[in-house]
């Protein structure tokens, strides 16, 4: 099992920025991906991004040059840098541990744009 605790989120003007980061805990792999995922009412989860052990990163188009993932390895850390943020980015983030067919998720974390 591995326990993910996300911290950050909030709510922030359009222009913005916020960060969000997430701690994994417990039964942690060698080598896996951490990424973040985003849901709104009434919609599909959905890839925001995500980072592997070796630092390969993939982003949804939606973000791309906005946000940026990042992780710390020795703390099993990772974080979201989220800038230049749109009222279309609003949903509740999670975080996500991903190991072969195993996936954990955070309990989820509210970002709010809004003026």
């Known amino acids: 099992q591995v326990q993910l605790v996300e911290s950050g989120g909030g709510l922030v003007q359009p222009g913005g920025s916020l960060s969000l980061s997430c701690a994994a805990s417990?039964?942690?792999?060698?080598?896996?991906?951490m990424g973040w995922y985003r849901q709104g009412s009434g919609k599909q989860r959905e890839l925001v991004a995500n980072i592997t052990s070796d630092g390969n990163t993939n982003y949804a188009d939606s973000v791309k040059g906005r946000f940026t993932i990042s992780r710390e390895n020795a703390k099993n850390t990772a974080y979201l840098q989220m800038n230049r943020l749109k009222p279309e980015d609003t949903d509740v983030y999670y975080c996500?541990?991903?190991?072969?067919?195993?996936?954990?998720w955070g309990q989820g974390t509210q970002v709010t744009v809004s003026s």
């Open positions: 417990g039964n942690i792999a060698k080598t896996y991906t």
């Open positions: 996500n541990y991903q190991w072969r067919w195993f996936n954990f």
